[in-house]
Each structure stands twice: as structure tokens, then as C-alpha cells.
């Protein structure tokens, strides 16, 4: 979709109430994975034109009611290409800024029960730097976070994904991860360990700040918001997924 500015966006919508819980998590996970300093694209609400709906071809014309709310917008990130294939090849490390965020993503995703980015299916983006000589990894599409459940009802007693599938599984993260310790063999647990609990401690810093960001057909009810916080900063939790995420390290 190209906004009123001429940027271009990928819309996404919601069919039903039920569902709502999902743009809800594209909109926290994306101020989320900023303050743990993961490269992810900006996000806007997108309304349509209402003379765009009414000009809807035939097939699609059925659509228009979904989106005749306000929709997710998560903008083009310029050359980008999805890194699946490259991230599974024999991808030179050397050309990503950032290869260190393919284990810091993993363990976000550990964090935010994302059960829908893999070793086989990444939902991260590659794309050139502004030099154009090196690339950067994109973490994209969250709306399967947080155990794809509503607010309400998450537990803090379960993990709510697999890590065996978890992206730490993928050819280029473990390539990464043999480098980083063959460089520093004593320190790569403390060294995630120690930025995880980071990375977490601000965003419980920001949380309430992030709940009162959400655009407004997003915001989360009281109890939504109260579970989803002791869903997040669980210590118990916490070190759950920190022990089955080292256990699964080659």
C-alpha cells in the first residue's frame, strides 16, 4: 500500500475480534525488539480511503470491510530480500553489520514465545547498507507471538514454542555462534545471558510506556495488560527459557 506521504507499507488486517490479540502483537513486538536493539521496520496505522474501497476489484471486493478499520502498517525496508534461502546457504558472515542479532533474535523470539519464525522459516529480511557493500538482517512478522493466544489467558508456567525450532537451529546462527567462541570461548553463555536480562530489564522500564504507545484500536484492556506483563518479566519464566535455550546450543 502507498501512504499519503509515498511511502510504501504491507497492510495487515484483522477478520474478527477474536483475532485482535495478533495486530496487538505486531504493534508491542515491534517497540519491543527496539529497545533490544534489533534492526525491525517502522510501523504506522493505515486507514483507506474510502473511494479505494468502493474501487475494489470484484474478487477482492469482499476484503473491503476488514478494512474499513484501522490496519497494521509495516514499511518497505528498501532492496530487502527474505534471508531464508541465504541464511541456510553458505551466507559470508562477513557481509551482515549485524550477524550477532541472529542469536539475539533467537532468544527474543525464546522470550516472546514466537513459534512462527524458524530454522526453516525466519521472518527476518536482508537488505543493503546505505553504502550498498554490506547487508543487515531484519526481524519481521510477529503476529504469532506470545503462544497466538489471547492476553488474557497466558501462563507463565509455559514456554508456548519449541526451541529445537527455534531460529538458533539455523546453518548461519550456528555459524555465527562457533565463531563468537572461537573468539571469546569462556564467555559466550554469560555474555547472552547477561544482555538478555538487560534487554528484558528495559522493557519492563518501558512496558507501561509501550501499553500507553499503542494506537487506540490496539490498546489493551487492564487485564490483558497485567497478565501480559507477568507473562514477560516472569523470573521464573526467564530462566526457564534461558535453560532450554543453552541446553539446545550445539
Same mark, same amino acid.
Given at each position: 500500500?502507498?501512504?499519503?506521504?509515498?511511502?510504501?507499507?504491507?497492510?495487515?488486517?484483522?477478520?474478527?475480534?477474536?483475532?485482535?490479540?495478533? !495486530?496487538? *502483537?505486531?504493534? &508491542?513486538?515491534?517497540?519491543?525488539?527496539? =529497545? %533490544?536493539? #534489533?534492526?525491525?521496520?517502522?510501523?504506522?496505522?493505515?486507514?483507506?480511503?474510502?473511494?479505494?474501497?468502493?474501487?475494489?476489484?470484484?474478487?477482492?471486493?469482499?476484503?473491503?470491510?476488514?478494512?474499513?478499520?484501522?490496519?497494521?502498517?509495516?514499511?518497505?525496508?528498501?532492496?530487502?530480500?527474505?534471508?531464508?534461502?541465504?541464511?541456510?546457504?553458505?551466507?559470508?558472515?562477513?557481509?551482515?553489520?549485524?550477524?550477532?542479532?541472529?542469536?539475539?533474535?533467537?532468544?527474543?523470539?525464546?522470550?516472546?514465545?514466537?513459534?512462527?519464525?524458524?530454522?526453516?522459516?525466519?521472518?527476518? !529480511?536482508? *537488505?543493503?547498507? &546505505?553504502?550498498?557493500?554490506?547487508?543487515? =538482517? %531484519?526481524? #519481521?512478522?510477529?503476529?504469532?507471538?506470545?503462544?497466538?493466544?489471547?492476553?488474557?489467558?497466558?501462563?507463565?508456567?509455559?514456554?508456548?514454542?519449541?526451541?529445537?525450532?527455534?531460529?538458533?537451529?539455523?546453518?548461519?546462527?550456528?555459524?555465527?555462534?562457533?565463531?563468537?567462541?572461537?573468539?571469546?570461548?569462556?564467555?559466550?553463555?554469560?555474555?547472552?545471558?547477561?544482555?538478555?536480562?538487560?534487554?528484558?530489564?528495559?522493557?519492563?522500564?518501558?512496558?507501561?510506556?509501550?501499553?500507553?504507545?499503542?494506537?487506540?484500536?490496539?490498546?489493551?484492556?487492564?487485564?490483558?495488560?497485567?497478565?501480559?506483563?507477568?507473562? &514477560?518479566?516472569?523470573?521464573?519464566?526467564?530462566?526457564?527459557?534461558?535453560?532450554?535455550?543453552?541446553?539446545?546450543?550445539?
Amino acid at each position: 500500500m502507498i501512504s499519503e506521504d509515498y511511502e510504501q507499507y504491507y497492510l495487515k488486517y484483522h477478520k474478527a475480534p477474536y483475532n485482535a490479540h495478533e !495486530l496487538q *502483537a505486531e504493534w &508491542l513486538c515491534s517497540a519491543l525488539l527496539q =529497545l %533490544w536493539s #534489533i534492526p525491525t521496520p517502522e510501523v504506522a496505522v493505515l486507514v483507506v480511503d474510502e473511494s479505494l474501497l468502493r474501487n475494489l476489484p470484484r474478487e477482492v471486493r469482499r476484503l473491503g470491510r476488514y478494512l474499513q478499520r484501522p490496519a497494521f502498517g509495516s514499511k518497505e525496508v528498501f532492496g530487502a530480500q527474505d534471508s531464508s534461502e541465504l541464511l541456510n546457504g553458505d551466507i559470508e558472515l562477513e557481509t551482515l553489520v549485524n550477524p550477532e542479532d541472529l542469536l539475539w533474535i533467537a532468544l527474543f523470539d525464546a522470550w516472546v514465545a514466537n513459534d512462527d519464525r524458524r530454522a526453516s522459516h525466519h521472518n527476518t !529480511l536482508i *537488505a543493503p547498507t &546505505l553504502e550498498g557493500k554490506r547487508y543487515k =538482517l %531484519w526481524a #519481521i512478522d510477529h503476529a504469532y507471538t506470545f503462544g497466538r493466544i489471547d492476553f488474557r489467558y497466558l501462563d507463565p508456567q509455559y514456554l508456548y514454542f519449541d526451541i529445537k525450532k527455534n531460529l538458533i537451529q539455523a546453518h548461519a546462527s550456528r555459524a555465527y555462534l562457533y565463531k563468537w567462541r572461537q573468539q571469546r570461548p569462556l564467555w559466550t553463555e554469560e555474555e547472552l545471558r547477561a544482555g538478555c536480562y538487560l534487554r528484558i530489564k528495559k522493557c519492563k522500564e518501558q512496558f507501561l510506556a509501550i501499553c500507553e504507545w499503542l494506537p487506540q484500536p490496539y490498546k489493551l484492556s487492564e487485564i490483558s495488560q497485567t497478565a501480559l506483563s507477568n507473562f &514477560l518479566f516472569s523470573n521464573s519464566r526467564i530462566d526457564l527459557i534461558l535453560r532450554h535455550f543453552f541446553a539446545c546450543l550445539p
